[in-house]
């Protein structure tokens, strides 16, 4: 029951519960009891948002996120993803690892010569710059990927140096490793519309109906509103409607 709630209720397969404009992100950060956010408690960005409901990476994690709900997720999520690096080479000098040498450690770390490969021996801090994601978010996304592209995901997991303290380079190849085969997925281009979408009206073509019927809107059918709000009749977008599309008006 729990993981058909989740489905339904923070996986945006469709739009028959949230709107197109909030539901474009496929993926629902916060329910309660009055309202939903695409967003979580430390920010709103598509990792934070998606990664928190990926883990903890694990066999159940395959019932939460099939192949049908990826194909819709993934085309959001690709593109935050950043570029593939190539599999990190340890190099024994210490002076040849960034992090080692922050800390001031000189000789031979990656391995020393007792054949202990140090701590500083990441190569980096799995930092990434401020316009891309850091390791540990990358890794729970590339786990999706693996769903639909498992050989993709491999390559980009093993250029994967931090994973984080909640997850593992062992787990995770584990799970891209054990995905099923993958041939012949096609991922959409345009996101499908309500089963329920009415057709266009003639006298309002240049809205999109689906935003346009108070239906369509998560906010003004929770307020419990009938017709036309996103605009109304008249042409006013009512306080219930997105902020991008009042703000069009």
Known sequence: MEIHS???YWHVSNFDIYDQKFGSTRMIGNVGGLDATTSTWFGSKLEYVHGINIMPLSPVTSLLFDQEYVTLEWPVLEKVMPPPRPPFVLHQECALNENCVLIGVAGKCCPTDDGVILGCCDGSSGESPSSMITDEWTALLTAVHAVIDSKSAWNQMLSIR???????????????????????ILIPT?????????????SNSSFDPLLQSCSKNSACDAAGMLGDCCPTSTGIFLGCCPVDVQSES
Do not use: D, E, I, Q
């Open 6 to 8: 989740s489905k339904y």
């Open 162 to 184: 931090n994973f984080g303290a909640g997850n593992s380079k062992s787990n995770s190849l584990y799970w891209v490793a054990s995905r099923p085969a993958t041939t012949n």
């Open 190 to 202: 345009t996101p499908p519309s309500s089963s329920s979408s009415s057709p266009p009206s003639p």
